[in-house]
């Protein structure tokens, strides 16, 4: 492609062309908060889940009332067909739109297991990779054929990636699996205009750590003091984060790892 293709494929982008944004894990948490500023944006928003129908229907629903387009569809990821299967869902939801080009795919979608090394099984491991790293890699892989020339992909690490947590070992081993796609998917992608980045959120107050952190001042205030900036995290910290990598005025960051920790531990 050449740089006049390119610099058209980057203007095209700009006007905000039809195309879908997917959320994996849109239902809860940060991924509601990515979907709820995608869809404040304009764009059509896919919200994944894997069983919590109530919470995505809520996304859509809060999408929906604001003036915006949204649906949602389950899959989930923790089988190792997950690529194939999270497009056949996405399809069925998807109805007229399907052939839609996807401009934004955000792999959000993730869990924890708490441990260090004699706590973690190979059990554990085999589930974190799967469901963090080899899910978001068939997604994406699955996705290409649908994926806007311009579009963006972005990945949601941890801080962990960066922040020796012995804690939760397993799940930083599949955050930085999930970042070793990021340098060489841009590369291979950048011919269509399509940046890859990934983003490293800090503890954020989300289901996923309310069984240490909510209620618990003490984890709240070592959290916090560990940052530059000086509070907790909510959500909307990190969701606008990663809108801000699929944006426009982002078209020229690709293969970057973004912290968004707050600055924790510099
Ligand atoms: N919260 C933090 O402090 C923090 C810090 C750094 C990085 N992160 C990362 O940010 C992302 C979002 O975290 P969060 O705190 O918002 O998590 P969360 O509140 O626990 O929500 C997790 C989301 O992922 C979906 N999900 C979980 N297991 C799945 C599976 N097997 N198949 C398909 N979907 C599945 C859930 O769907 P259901 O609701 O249907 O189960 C839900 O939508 C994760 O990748 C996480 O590692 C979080």
């Avoid at 896919?46 to 569809?73: C, N, W």
């Avoid at 081993?173 to 269509?192: C, F, N």
């Amino acid at each position: 492609m050449s740089d006049t293709d390119l610099r058209d494929i980057e203007a095209l982008d700009a006007r905000k062309p039809d195309g879908i944004a997917v959320v994996t894990g849109g239902s809860r948490g940060i991924g509601a908060a990515i979907a709820d500023r995608l869809g404040a944006e304009g764009y059509t928003v896919a919200v994944h889940y894997r069983q919590d129908e109530a919470a995505a229907a809520d996304v859509v629903g809060k999408i929906v009332a604001a003036g915006g387009a949204a649906f949602s569809f389950a899959a989930d990821l923790a089988e190792p067909d997950s690529g194939t299967a999270f497009w056949a869902a996405y399809d069925a939801a998807a109805g007229e739109l399907r052939d839609a080009p996807v401009r934004i795919l955000v792999n959000n979608a993730g869990i924890v297991v708490d441990g260090v090394i004699e706590e973690t099984s190979a059990e554990d491991v085999n589930r974190l990779l799967q469901i963090n790293a080899t899910a978001p890699f068939l997604i994406i892989k699955e996705a290409l054929p649908r994926l806007a020339d311009g579009g963006r992909v972005v990945n949601v690490s941890s801080g962990a990636a960066r922040l020796p947590m012995p804690g939760i070992i397993g799940y930083t081993m599949s955050k930085g699996a999930l970042e070793a796609l990021t340098g060489p998917l841009a590369q291979h992608l950048g011919p269509r205009g399509i940046t890859v980045n990934a983003i490293r959120p800090g503890t954020t107050d989300t289901d996923m750590n309310a069984h240490w952190l909510r209620g618990n001042s003490e984890a709240i205030a070592g959290r916090v003091a560990a940052r530059a900036l000086r509070r907790m995290g909510d959500p909307t910290d990190v969701g606008d984060v990663v809108v801000l990598l699929a944006s426009h005025d982002a078209r020229w960051i690709t293969g970057q790892i973004i912290d968004a920790t707050g600055g924790e531990r510099l």
